[in-house]
T-cell receptor, first 111, second 110 residues
């Protein structure tokens, strides 16, 4: 069966520091991969998605970036964090156009 | 603009008191309507996919239905462990993206 791993679970970072969140999927090949952000009490906002290695689509202009160095690895990065980057970050995968399956998220607090 | 709206924002039920959650969508060319359950501090857990008006899916005390403009998640005789936030999302033809509603927070009291 397929599993998705996302880490770390929580992270506290100062303003201006870099960020790297990692997500890996097991048990499937060539999944579509996604990064979402969820603000408190609000819906999920799509940040990036990828349909293949090196293919990244950005949905929201911001100081975040994403990379897919391997088939089942998706990384969310920032060179300099802003206070507004605080939130709950979720990685997800899907088998083509099927439903998304989410990891357990990273709670990021920028201080 | 493609949009998904959920109501109510919050719902309190007594154990055994059945009710329904609403998800209205304005998406051109709906490909699928998805329901998720999210517990505090966790990622959303996939529940159902509905593809066409009139379709119904069931899982334990939950039943999801779909019309041309909205979807309902019916909860029959809920238990405290059904307490969670329920999210719905829609996707358009040939799109990998899901548009999420802001969710309904359900609290079931014993």
């Amino acid at each position: 069966s397929q599993t998705i791993h996302q880490w770390p679970a929580t992270l506290v970072q100062p303003v201006g520091s870099p960020l790297s969140l990692e997500c890996t999927v097991e048990g499937t090949s060539n999944p579509n991969l996604y990064w979402y952000r969820q603000a408190a009490g609000r819906g999920l906002q799509l940040l990036f998605y990828s349909v293949g290695i090196g293919q990244i689509s950005s949905e929201v202009p911001q100081n975040l970036s994403a990379s897919r160095p391997q088939d089942r690895q998706f990384i969310l990065s920032s060179k300099k964090l802003l206070l507004s980057d605080s939130g709950f970050y979720l990685c997800a995968w899907s088998p083509g156009l099927g439903p998304l399956h989410f990891g357990n998220g990273t709670r990021l607090t920028v201080t | 603009e493609d949009q998904v709206t959920q109501s109510p924002e919050a719902l309190r039920l007594q154990e055994g008191e059945s009710s329904s959650l609403n998800c209205s969508y304005t998406v051109s060319g709906l490909r699928g309507l998805f329901w998720y359950r999210q517990d505090p501090g966790k990622g959303p857990e996939f529940l159902f996919t509905l593809y066409s008006a009139g379709e119904e899916k069931e899982k334990e005390r939950l039943k999801a239905t779909l019309t041309k403009k909205e979807s309902f998640l019916h909860i029959t005789a809920p238990k405290p462990e059904d307490s969670a936030t329920y999210l719905c999302a829609s996707s358009m033809d040939s799109s990998y993206k899901l548009i999420f509603g802001s969710g309904t927070r359900l609290l079931v009291r014993p």
